[in-house]
């Protein structure tokens, strides 16, 4: 899907992807890795501490021993540099967006700077752990190529109160036709802010698409037997577009794990829909924003979500162009479609979400119902399992209301 532009881009310096060697292909990287941070010593900077976990209510990371704040630095400039969008050519690719390496095993053993002992942290549980010896806590920071730490980390900006708020209205909205059992074992705290791993990407890309527009010149009406019948005259152009544009920050989903299993089916596409997130905001990686969260790692490379950006490219093309079509007032039929893809840029990224999750079991059919709460924003969705009874009752019931009010508003004129 890369262009063939050769043209190399005149940057280097920190931050910068390097400049494309002649003739070499492939993605280049911008290394993201947050220096100040060594493997498993993750400290106050004032006080040296290692109980530090994240503040929600000042999105900044907080030392519990002495109380200091800080934020870790936005990634945008890390990665994207100087360099203006129109100009992306290639593929770049952040360190922590790089290819998983299956050898590479989610337990990662960590040697504790306090004590000296060895301190497990296994991946798909948690990014930090506590040494049982010294008390220390370690926390992964170097990006090893298993998908659990990425380049940035948008931190919960929605305390967990005000998401139970948001949850126990959102409920409470939908009470009437929520199944009996759903509304007593409602239990709105045991709400998880879990971090979800997505692609945020930033594209430089040209679309051609051609197809055939109608313009209506005449229409009228003719007889047939009792019918009368509508005809019109058009004329019928080819027409082509050329856009160029750029997108920046999509965010694509790097998890196909849920995609697969059934049941989870469900939150993909209740997560879609408590898009967006501000990406602009997020920061570089440091573990202690995830204390007190749970995490999913990324199982998706770059290469396997490709397709999906070029259909979210082509859409976005397609909604370019249509501003310049209205003439055809009958419409155009687009038959063809070419996407040049000139450059594309790669982070990846933890957004964070609030997910109240229930287990539902009807007909011997399992399906689990979320409710989920963008941390950023507060934006709820999610479903609630319904009692067809109920719907039906409801109908009745605002049926007889309604009968009520017409009887009594008659009692009134009469
Ligand atoms: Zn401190
Ligand atoms: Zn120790």
């Known amino acids: ?101 299956p050898e590479v095993s989610g337990v990662i053993t960590l040697k504790c700077p ?31 190529p298993n998908g659990a730490v990425p380049d940035a980390v948008l931190p919960f900006g929605i305390t967990r109160d005000q998401a139970l ?34 692609m945020v990407v930033d594209g430089n890309a040209s679309a051609d698409v051609q197809g055939f527009g109608e313009v209506e010149t005449r229409r009228y009406t ?32 790097s998890s196909a794990e849920r995609a697969n299993m059934n049941a989870f089916v469900n939150t993909n596409n209740v997560i879609n829909t408590i898009l967006p997130f501000d990406t602009k905001n997020a920061v570089r990686w440091n573990a202690n924003y995830l204390v007190g969260f749970t ?8 290469g396997q979500v490709e397709p999906v950006l070029e259909d979210q490219l082509l859409s976005i093309a397609r909604s370019q162009v249509e501003g310049s079509v209205s003439r055809y007032n009958r419409g155009v039929r687009w038959e063809a479609e070419h996407l040049v893809v000139h450059g594309t840029r790669w982070v990846s990224m933890y957004l964070p979400v609030w997910l109240y999750s229930y287990y539902y079991e ?29 719907l039906i009752l409801a109908a009745l019931v605002a049926g007889t209301v309604l009968e009520g009010v017409a009887l009594w508003l008659l009692a009134v004129m009469s």
């Open 1 to 101: 899907m890369t262009d063939s532009q050769a043209t190399p881009e005149p940057v280097t310096g920190p931050g910068q992807p390097g400049p494309v060697p002649p003739g070499a292909s492939g993605p280049r990287t911008v290394d993201t890795a947050n220096q100040a941070l060594h493997d498993g010593v993750n400290r106050c900077p004032k006080c040296g501490s290692t109980e530090i976990q994240l503040r929600v209510s000042a999105g900044k990371l907080v030392c519990l021993f002495c109380r200091y704040e800080w934020s870790e630095a936005k990634i945008e400039p890390v990665v994207a540099g100087e360099s203006a969008l129109q100009d992306l050519t290639g593929t770049v690719v952040a360190s922590g967006a790089t290819d998983i390496s």
């Open 114 to 144: 306090g004590c000296g002992s060895e301190v497990v942290v296994n991946t798909a549980e948690a990014m930090s752990s506590r040494c049982h010896w010294c008390r220390h806590i370690l926390t992964i920071n170097e990006q090893v």
């Open 362 to 390: 009807e007909n011997g059919h399992a399906m689990v119902h979320y409710i989920a709460v963008n941390g950023r924003t507060g934006e709820t969705m999610g479903s609630v399992p319904v009692s067809q009874g109920r």
């Open 295 to 302: 995490s999913e790692r990324r199982d998706q490379d770059v």
């Open 165 to 198: 708020e948001h949850i126990r209205a959102f409920a409470g909205a939908r009470r009437l036709f929520a199944h009996r059992t759903f509304r007593r074992d409602f239990a709105p705290e045991n709400v998880v802010g879990v971090y979800l791993p997505y």
């Open 222 to 253: 003719r007889k047939n037997g009792d019918q009368e019948e509508t005809y019109y005259d058009a004329d019928v152009y080819q027409v082509g577009r050329h856009v160029d544009f750029t997108v920046d920050d999509l965010t694509i989903e």
